[in-house]
């Protein structure tokens, strides 16, 4: 049995004001996240023995997709976040993103387009591929194909995530983003496999 579990926030509600405020943290997280996680169980076709990767790689049940993509997608960008941000990435992964995109700015000016661009609700994501790395665009829960590619960096854009501060303002949202991302993380997540 695995043990699914919401994953405890590894800061406070209020940790990353002003960038994101502490009542979207708390209903993002105990209502969003773990609504994603209780409706995952209830679905005919979870099964408990196969991870979440394995899960979401394996069984295509619409209620497993959509709870399951949420529940993975929500527990890798807590981690993603942090008040203590870098503000840049560093060494290795810093390195692969300016020989793929010539500078940081450039980066971030074409995530920051993805996350933008997702029409209604979705996910801008950056993923280590075989290829190199990626800037891919995913609609509503749906998850990087976790095959293919490895999860550096997520964007959620769905109105949930800024709505309570930003109103309707997802470019004000994403700016806020930068402020707090966790480039240890996305750095760690670079290097596996």
Not at 91 to 101: F, T
Not at 129 to 151: F, R, V
Not at 159 to 169: S, T
């Amino acid at each position: 049995m695995v043990d699914y579990e919401l994953i405890k926030l590894p800061y406070a509600y209020d940790a990353l004001e002003p960038h994101i405020d502490a009542e979207t943290m708390e209903v993002h997280y105990s209502k969003h996240y773990a609504g994603y996680l209780e409706n995952l169980k209830k679905a005919p076709e979870f099964d408990p023995t196969k991870s979440i990767k394995e899960l979401l790689t394996t069984v295509q049940a619409p209620a497993v997709q959509n709870n399951g993509g949420g529940y993975y997608n929500h527990t890798q960008f807590w981690l993603m976040l942090t008040p203590n941000s870098a503000k840049k990435p560093s060494g290795e992964l810093l390195k692969a993103i300016e020989s793929k995109y010539k500078t940081f700015e450039d980066f971030q000016k074409e995530f920051t387009q993805a996350g933008l661009t997702q029409f209604g609700s979705g996910w801008a994501w950056l993923v280590k591929k075989k290829s190199g790395l990626e800037i891919i665009k995913k609609p509503n829960q749906m998850h990087p194909d976790l095959q293919e590619a490895t999860p550096i960096l997520g964007l959620d854009v769905w109105e949930h995530a800024y709505y309570l501060k930003n109103q309707n303002r997802r470019a004000d949202y994403i700016k806020s983003f930068w402020e707090v991302v966790n480039w240890d993380y996305a750095a760690q997540q670079f290097l596996l496999k």
